[in-house]
């Protein structure tokens, strides 16, 4: 069955740098455009960005534009997402997703706060 294992998140200051992972399985990664989604306490699921299949082109949402880099490894089947000069306003909890928001993980919890 498809899996999405979400890791790397924590308590971070603000300005600093994390690296969330998501660990797949269960179907052809290398088929899938796959994107980073995140929910911050009280709001909506925002879209954060997105990487086609051979990883040669991503997208970000404006907000995190030269901030957060997204990158796969197909011989891993693992989804990256590099987060750099973390703000408070990317507090919330990251998921990594395949199109339609078909399966989900548990999340990983990024908290930037001084």
């Known amino acids: 069955q498809v899996q999405l294992v979400e890791s790397g998140g924590g308590l971070v200051q603000p300005g600093n740098s994390l690296r969330l992972s998501c660990a797949t399985s269960?179907?052809?990664?290398?088929?899938?455009?796959m994107s980073w989604v995140r929910q911050a306490p009280g709001k909506g699921l925002e879209w954060v960005g997105g990487?086609?299949?051979?990883?040669?082109?991503?997208n970000y949402r404006d907000s995190v534009k030269g901030r957060f880099t997204i990158s796969r490894d197909n011989a891993k089947n693992i989804l990256y997402l590099q987060m750099n000069s973390l703000e408070s306003e990317d507090t919330a909890v990251y998921y990594c997703?395949?199109?339609?928001?078909?399966?989900w993980g548990q999340g990983t919890q990024v908290i930037v706060s001084s």
């Open positions: 997703v395949r199109p339609g928001y078909d399966y």
């Open positions: 269960g179907f052809t990664f290398t088929n899938y455009y």
């Open positions: 990487i086609y299949t051979d990883g040669s082109v991503a």
